[in-house]
């Protein structure tokens, strides 16, 4: 097990990663203010892996209730959320009652969120059983849930009190699912180390086959880097935006396809392309770069071209992102491979040639 820690201050809080965390009970009862939990899973993953996790807890003295949501994307929303607080309320959850995410993005999401909301903030433990959740989403304390209008629009920031990335539950995940994994992984050696990025390039079949010293050495490199951008910036202020490289883009190919269509890591897969044309048309990025961002995009089985969608359509959708500020759209674009910036100056004429070929 290798453990890295989100410096926070008196909010800091480990993130455990390695193989059968789930039976390491050991890792989630120090934080626990009292020992009652409620495990939110969905349909996919609670068979698999939810009495795994029950056992665990309860052999060290822990109460355990359960919900389990619906699976996918489309059930990020206030009806599925509210599932959540009715098995809080119909067991008289307490202020000192722990939630635990057992699941990828979508549960990891709407149990922070739950927790942030629920009697004004509980605790919350994620236990992430994807490659995109266990790199990304939760890392950091951005919760929420999704609107047709905008995806991740509603929520808050609220952090868990420790992540345990089993990289045993890896073996279970679809092949697409775990693509769509590696596009968060991508994304961390092209904002912040080219070397990773190389390494990423050269060890890609390694990854896709799950080589355990390879997908270890991929989570811990992405979650240490997510944990530096968020310890210096918690709340999104600036410097996390970089974090959204390819997002923009992507969250509009995602409600313009309507949500499920396309996973999100596909999206921010074919995003991250796009940020690289854009970020070549405004003269930072050579031919060659974005050739490179397109073959490592490829090689992880993902697309490196986005969905045709109307302009108007791209541009709607992409207004309601939320680094706009000012109703000007804002961007993470390249300076270079391992160098993000965050810019308003694009014009509306680049990005139809872009988004329009």
């Known amino acids: ?212 010293a390879a997908i270890t050495h991929a989570i811990h490199r992405s979650c240490e880097i997510k944990a530096q951008v968020v310890a210096a910036d918690e709340r999104e202020g600036g410097l996390r935006a970089i974090l959204n490289l390819g997002h923009t883009f992507g969250h509009a190919i995602e409600s313009g396809m309507g949500y499920g269509n396309w996973l999100h890591g596909e999206a921010v897969a074919a995003g991250m392309v796009l940020a690289a044309q854009t970020s070549r048309r405004l003269g930072w990025l050579g031919d060659a770069d974005v050739a490179r961002t397109r073959a490592i995009v490829r090689a992880a089985g993902l697309p490196d071209a986005a969905p045709e969608l109307p302009f108007d359509t791209w541009i709607e959708s992409m207004g309601h992102d939320k680094k706009v500020e000012g109703g000007r759209l804002r961007f993470v674009l390249l300076k270079q491979l391992g160098e993000a910036v965050i810019t308003g100056e694009v014009p509306e004429t680049a990005l139809r040639e872009i988004l329009i070929p």
């Open 1 to 212: 097990m290798q453990t890295l820690t989100v410096d926070l201050g008196d909010r800091s809080y480990p993130i455990h990663i390695g193989p059968g965390l789930l039976d390491r009970a050991e890792l989630i009862v120090p934080h626990l203010p009292q020992k009652r939990v409620m495990v939110v899973s969905n349909a996919t993953v609670a068979p698999l892996y939810l009495a795994r996790l029950t056992a665990a807890l309860e052999g060290a003295g822990v109460t355990v209730a359960n919900v389990v949501l619906p699976d996918g994307e489309a059930y990020k929303t206030w009806e599925t959320l509210n599932l959540v607080f009715d098995a809080l309320l119909g067991q008289r959850a307490e202020r000192k009652t722990t939630l635990i995410a057992l699941g990828g993005g979508v549960v990891g999401d709407m149990t922070g969120f739950a927790a942030a909301c629920y009697q004004r903030g509980v605790p919350f433990v994620q236990v992430p059983t994807t490659l995109l959740s266990q790199v990304d989403s939760s890392v950091g304390g951005k919760t929420g849930i999704n609107h047709p209008l905008g995806k991740n629009m509603i929520g808050a920031f609220h952090q868990p009190q420790a992540v345990l990335a089993d990289t045993d539950t890896l073996q279970t995940l679809p092949a697409r699912e775990l693509s769509a994994g590696l596009a968060e992984v991508i994304k961390y050696g092209l904002i912040r180390d080219v070397e990773f990025l190389a390494w990423l390039e050269a060890n890609m079949a390694r990854l896709r086959a799950l080589d355990p």
